[in-house]
């Protein structure tokens, strides 16, 4: 456990039918690195996980979408999921948190389906990046440009392809999310 990322908030944006590993896994990273992490989803309670689509267990939701105000978060993470993409893309809380991520400039991590909010958003016009590759199409007609790599870095959005990558994912929304907080703490 280190403390390279104390202090620093991560919301994590998800509900049910998330894919497990895509949440669990980068949030283990995080909170390893000192991040404190918040699932936040569209009600209270607990969302239901999904190993692909078997069921798996639950998370234990920390805010709703309706209580959550992104100015409070350093950075946001968005697994992946079909199911759990697709009804996250369709929630304007959700679009409006994201939104107000990328206009502030904060990091935001996004893997497998995840990136579907970020389309819904109108937020990937321009931006490099990647995703499952069944949906690339739509990554391409929203005018991003989408890379087949485990993982891409693109300002302060980073992005991957599916649970095989998140070795990789995870070294680099660490590297990303630490290069954020130091370049905040020496504008302050």
């Not at 490099?128 to 991003?144: C, M, P, R, V």
């Not at 870095?153 to 649970?163: E, I, T």
């Amino acid at each position: 456990m280190s403390d390279r990322l104390a202090g620093f908030r991560v919301a994590i944006l998800a509900t049910d039918l998330f894919q497990e590993d895509e949440l669990t896994e980068p949030r283990k990273a995080l909170e390893e690195a000192g991040a404190t992490t918040v699932v936040i989803a569209p009600h209270g309670g607990e969302i239901k996980a999904a190993q692909h689509d078997k069921p798996a267990k639950s998370v234990k939701v920390d805010q709703t979408l309706a209580d959550a105000d992104p100015a409070t978060f350093d950075a946001v993470l968005l697994p992946g999921g079909r199911a759990n993409a697709e009804a996250l893309r369709t929630e304007p809380l959700a679009q409006d948190f994201a939104r107000y991520m990328i206009q502030m400039r904060r990091p935001v991590a996004s893997i497998c389906h995840g990136g579907l909010l970020l389309i819904a958003a109108h937020l990937v016009k321009g931006r490099h990046l990647t995703s499952y590759n069944a949906i690339k199409d739509e990554f391409t007609s929203a005018g991003a440009y989408w890379y087949d790599k485990e993982v891409v870095r693109d300002g302060n959005l980073v992005s991957s392809r599916q649970p095989s990558d998140i070795p990789a994912f995870n070294k680099e929304m660490l590297n990303l999310f630490i290069d954020h907080q130091l370049n905040s703490r020496a504008a302050a």
